[in-house]
Nanobody, 120 residues
Framework: QAHIVESGGGLVQPGGSLRLSCAAS????????MAWFRQAPGKEREGVAC????????YYADSVKGRFTISRDNAEKMVYLQMNKLQPEDTAVYYC?????????????WGQGTQVTVSS
C-alpha cells in the first residue's frame, strides 16, 4: 500500500523560499512518475510539477515555471520541490503523489499535505 508523507511547508514572506520534501514507501518508487499538486482554499487541486522516472522529462505549471524546481532521489525514495520567489498566490496545501505527467493525472495516493503560506 502506497504511503506518502509531505513535509517542509510553513509561513514565508513574499519573495522567500521553501523546500518541500516527500517521503514515499509501499510501492516500487522508480517505476513511477512523481508530482507535486496543490490546493488553495476554494479552488480545485492542480498540478504544479511532475518528474519522470529517470528525471529525463520534467513538467511545470506555467504559474511556477522559472521559480520552482522538482527533483527526486530514487535511492532514498524522496521527491523534493524547491520553491523560490514565492508569491501570495502560491499559498496552498501541497501534496505529493504518483502521477502520469502527461495530463497531470494523480493516483490519489497522496498524504496529508503540507501547508505553504506566503504572506507579509
Amino acid at each position: 500500500q502506497a504511503h506518502i508523507v509531505e513535509s517542509g511547508g510553513g509561513l514565508v514572506q513574499p519573495g522567500g523560499s521553501l523546500r518541500l520534501s516527500c517521503a514515499a514507501s509501499g510501492f516500487i518508487f522508480d517505476y513511477y512518475e512523481m508530482a507535486w499538486f496543490r490546493q488553495a482554499p476554494g479552488k480545485e487541486r492542480e498540478g504544479v510539477a511532475c518528474i519522470d522516472k529517470s528525471e529525463a522529462n520534467i513538467y511545470y505549471a506555467d504559474s511556477v515555471k522559472g521559480r520552482f524546481t522538482i527533483s527526486r532521489d530514487n535511492a532514498e525514495k524522496m521527491v523534493y520541490l524547491q520553491m523560490n520567489k514565492l508569491q501570495p498566490e502560491d499559498t496552498a496545501v501541497y501534496y505529493c503523489d504518483r502521477a502520469i505527467c502527461r495530463g497531470w493525472i494523480p493516483y490519489h495516493s497522496w498524504g496529508q499535505g503540507t501547508q505553504v503560506t506566503v504572506s507579509s
